[in-house]
T-cell receptor, first 116, second 110 residues
Framework: DTGVSQDPRHKITKRGQNVTFRCDPI?????LYWYRQTLGQGPEFLTY????????KSRLLSNRFSAERPKGSFSTLEIQRTEQGDSAMYLC??????????????FGPGTRLTVL | GQSLEQPSEVTAVEGAIVQINCTYQ??????LSWYQQHDGGAPTFLSY????GLEETGRFSSFLSRSDSYGYLLLQELQMKDSASYFC???????????FGKGTTLSVSS
């Protein structure tokens, strides 16, 4: 399977705990994106990497959130001191090698986070 | 700001044709994308229009009018498996992140 993969698929945690999610993009893709999706809404952009550089962050990405892409391949998204409002589906997407901004973004299956 | 508006729900029967409209307001426009998402699943890319006109991919077609800031997704010969949410999306001004509409839930009945 050469699609975007995410791990874990589901995470249940208690308020105040830290959680970390992993995304493995399509192997030849140099751009990687994190989005958050809540029920009945479209995905909302969180952050974007080109290779290992984090080039853009949304206002939604509070200081409790941090994302890394250390070798320009997989990425992690960490949420510290989780709150109930963080409950959502966290989606990762990647796009292709041409470097153009209009490259199609392909999404992974997401990690569903539930904060109790 | 940037926003995309689409109807919240559409219903149809098997074999019918349905059109899902999308109007947008963006600062800088690179084109309109459409994604399908089944319950609990990932958004799956359907089509992309950079220029005015109709793009056809099998049973699905997508149309764009840049002068009207309007596009639509046309689904023909509807099947039960087409029941899903459909999102229109456009790149932000920087040409990086996608801005999505709230989605249209399509229910296909027999």
């Amino acid at each position: 399977d050469t699609g975007v993969s995410q791990d874990p698929r589901h995470k249940i945690t208690k308020r105040g705990q830290n959680v970390t999610f992993r995304c493995d993009p399509i192997s030849e893709h140099n751009r990687l994106y994190w989005y958050r999706q809540t029920l009945g809404q479209g995905p909302e952009f969180l952050t974007y990497f080109q290779n290992e550089a984090q080039l853009e962050k949304s206002r939604l990405l509070s200081n409790r959130f941090s994302a890394e892409r250390p070798k320009g391949s997989f990425s992690t998204l960490e949420i510290q001191r989780t709150e109930q409002g963080d409950s959502a589906m966290y989606l990762c997407a990647s796009s292709g090698v041409s470097g153009g901004g209009t490259d199609t973004q392909y999404f992974g299956p997401g990690t569903r986070l539930t904060v109790l | 700001g940037q926003s995309l508006e689409q109807p919240s729900e559409v219903t149809a029967v098997e074999g019918a044709i349905v059109q899902i409209n999308c109007t947008y307001q963006t600062s800088g426009f690179y084109g309109l994308s459409w994604y399908q998402q089944h319950d609990g699943g990932a958004p799956t890319f359907l089509s992309y229009n950079a220029l005015d006109g109709l793009e056809e991919t099998g049973r699905f077609s997508s149309f764009l009018s840049r002068s009207d800031s309007y596009g639509y997704l046309l689904l023909q010969e509807l099947q039960m498996k087409d029941s899903a949410s459909y999102f229109c999306a456009a790149l932000n001004q920087a040409g990086t992140a996608l801005i999505f509409g709230k989605g249209t839930t399509l229910s296909v009945s027999s």
